[in-house]
């Protein structure tokens, strides 16, 4: 009788694979995988006693240590496998998000100054709000949209937040404070 190859019967190991795509350049290394697309490269270590990776071309393999893995296993290892593909597709589109400026009550001004994203006049306030960005995101402010753009979905997603995060507002009414930078589209 065959056994399948992809998810196994729970008595046995449970091993997966993902399928690379031509335009993108695989390797793993001490459980490090390297990626190289159209759009430019990424790497991630991922570190657990409990799976190991291997690449043979075409598939980067996906393989549980545990001689009889359970279900938490077969969670940690099928999380491996969506960054990985999360991964892939940043090598190959990118992702993006979108966030909208409100200023009702005080004009805000917003600006990239190196590796800040500063926000001036909130609330009046006197002194700016400023955040960080995340290394390999490019933020770019036109008006009042603001786009966050990356090949890391991580950090693509964080730096958002932190923007939104930034012009947080608190011991005043949020439904008549409505200014801040909100997210309008995720990645």
């Avoid at 290892?77 to 966030?99: D, P, S």
């Avoid at 995060?165 to 439904?175: A, F, K, L």
């Amino acid at each position: 009788m065959p056994i399948a190859t992809n998810h196994m019967a729970s008595h046995d190991r449970f091993d997966t694979d993902i399928v690379v795509p031509d335009n993108v350049k695989a390797s793993v290394y001490d459980n490090t995988v390297h990626l190289e697309g159209p759009k430019g490269t990424l790497s991630r270590t991922f570190i657990h006693p409990r799976f190991t990776l291997s690449f043979e071309t075409p598939r980067i393999f996906i393989k549980s240590t545990m001689q009889k893995p359970n279900r938490a296993d077969k969670m940690l290892i099928n999380t491996c496998r969506a960054h990985i593909r999360n991964l892939i597709k940043g090598t190959q589109e990118g992702y993006h998000a979108e966030l909208k400026v409100c200023s009702g009550h005080f004009p805000i001004t917003v600006a990239v100054e190196g590796s800040m994203f500063v926000v001036k006049n909130f609330l009046g306030e006197k002194y700016p709000r400023k955040t960080s960005l995340y290394p390999g995101v490019k933020v770019v402010v036109s008006g009042e949209t603001i786009t966050v753009d990356g090949l890391d979905i991580e950090a693509v997603g964080q730096t958002a937040a932190c923007i939104e995060q930034s012009t947080r507002i608190t011991n005043r009414d949020r439904r008549i404070f409505q200014d801040g930078c909100y997210i309008t589209k995720k990645p």
